[in-house]
């Protein structure tokens, strides 16, 4: 059994054909013929970037949003709740989550489902938060794509310090650049996420609403 990656330039509405061939035996081949459709999207996708930091490890704070987004009745079928699980050196055993590994989840009918476990890599740089946001961008996508960031913030020093990585905190600069990033690498370029929230402290900072103006259309911050 072999997974075959291919790219094809026929769009919607037609038919392309695929012949996979063995390198050194040409005589053996098969093809086969696959008709494109459109990807639909869903109205609203939510991606949380859970650093839980101490927050989590002492007090299980991060354990305890995730049992009130768990309690909430009647998600509609086209919302995506999407979290991210990483920063603090422990977490509760509710759901069993890691903190070796970054985990990446999705809330399904009252339940948290583990869709990916990770290398662990420190949640404030932006190449983990960029790879992330195309999870999620890739996976869900959906009309509307709002950002959360959880954790403790330091206005113009930045948000989410993991303390399994010296509490390496993201920059507000990395933010911009792993946003970018993942739009572009999404096929996204000038368009932008529909919000950014900040579930952090000191974060409702005029300069950090300049900057993310680029990338989001709303900014909800404390």
């Known amino acids: 059994r072999f997974l075959v990656s291919v790219k094809s330039t026929a769009s919607a509405g037609q038919s392309a054909t695929i012949t996979a061939r063995l390198t050194y035996l040409t005589s053996i081949y098969a093809t086969c013929s696959i008709s494109v459709v459109e990807q639909s999207k869903d109205d609203h996708t939510v991606l949380i970037y859970m650093c839980g930091a101490d927050l989590e490890s002492e007090n299980q704070l991060a354990t305890g949003d995730i049992q009130e987004i768990l309690k909430v009745s009647g998600q509609p079928d086209d919302v995506n709740i999407v979290i991210e699980t990483g920063g603090a050196k422990s977490w509760a055993s509710t759901y069993g989550i890691s903190s070796t590994y970054l985990e990446r989840y999705h809330v399904e009918n009252k339940s948290l489902v583990r ?81 950014v929230g900040y579930d952090a402290c000191l974060m409702a900072v005029q300069d950090i609403a300049v900057t993310n103006a680029e990338y989001f259309n709303y900014m909800i911050a404390s």
């Open 115 to 195: 869709d990916d476990q990770l290398t662990y890599a420190s949640m404030g740089l932006s190449s983990t938060l960029q790879s992330f946001i195309e999870y999620g961008l890739n996976n869900y996508p959906a009309e509307r794509t709002g950002l959360v960031f959880w954790n403790h913030g330091g206005g113009l020093r930045g948000v989410c310090y993991d303390e399994k990585k010296n509490d390496d905190v993201l920059k507000n600069s990395e933010i911009r650049s792993a946003v970018s990033g993942a739009l572009s690498n999404c096929g996204m370029s000038g368009q932008k996420l529909e919000w």
